[in-house]
């Protein structure tokens, strides 16, 4: 079955960077574009950008350009997130998700930014 | 951006109630549009997609309908395990953009 299965939980210190793993089964990696979405604590959901696995070719939120970057490694099915220059307010669930239609959801990594 | 707004934000239900969830967008976007529930601790998980299709695998009981600017979402029978938090995303233009949520709690 199709799956998404993402990186455990970090920890990180303010101004610190953080990369976040996506691996994908049960489909063609580079046939579906790859979303990130965060959310924080008791928040609503944040769509942060896109890659397509394929190309290469990404798409980030204003909020976030400069600071946010997706890759991925195609031989081993893999998207990665890093955001850079972390702030507490970057503390949330971190979510991949599939396609353009967003239908499959990783179960999300956990970033805490604390001091 | 297009701006995507719920109604209501929270409500109060029971089992058995009929539940109705309305998602509108700033502008039109066709029918490209998903619902999904989240759970407490869980990742979203997708019941509709293109505004009226029911995903493979969630229970008839839910339903979506709209097109343009306006959708809603029902549950004809609230169920003990859809008390939920329910958002819309829309995907028609870019960046996409989800609804503020609406949770679905026991009355």
């Known amino acids: 079955q199709v799956q998404l299965v993402q990186s455990g939980a970090e920890v990180k210190k303010p101004g610190a960077s953080v990369k976040v793993s996506c691996k994908a089964s049960?489909?063609?990696?580079?046939?579906?574009?790859i979303n990130w979405v965060r959310q924080a604590t008791g928040q609503g959901l944040e769509w942060m950008g896109w890659?397509?696995?394929?190309?290469?070719?990404?798409g980030y939120a204003q909020k976030f350009q400069g600071r946010v970057t997706m890759t991925r490694n195609t031989s081993i099915s893999t998207a990665y997130m890093e955001l850079s220059s972390l702030r507490s307010e970057d503390t949330a669930v971190y979510y991949c998700a599939r396609g353009a239609t967003v239908d499959v959801w990783g179960k999300g990594t956990t970033v805490t930014v604390s001091s | 951006d297009i701006q995507m707004t719920q109604s209501p934000s929270s409500l109060s239900a029971s089992v058995g109630d009929r539940v109705t969830i309305t998602c509108r967008a700033s502008?039109?976007?066709?029918?490209?549009l998903g619902w999904y529930q989240q759970k407490p601790g869980k990742a979203p998980k997708r019941l509709i997609y293109?505004?009226?299709s029911l995903q493979s695998g969630v229970p008839s009981r839910f339903s979506g309908s709209g097109s343009g600017t306006e959708f809603t979402l029902t549950i004809s029978s609230l169920q003990p395990e859809d008390f939920a938090t329910y958002y819309c995303?829309?995907?028609?233009?870019?960046?996409?953009?989800f609804g503020p949520g609406t949770k679905v709690d026991i009355k």
């Open positions: 049960g489909y063609t990696f580079t046939s579906y574009d």
């Open positions: 502008q039109g976007i066709r029918n490209d």
């Open positions: 995303l829309q995907h028609n233009s870019y960046p996409p953009t």
């Open positions: 890659m397509n696995p394929n190309s290469g070719n990404t």
């Open positions: 293109a505004a009226s």
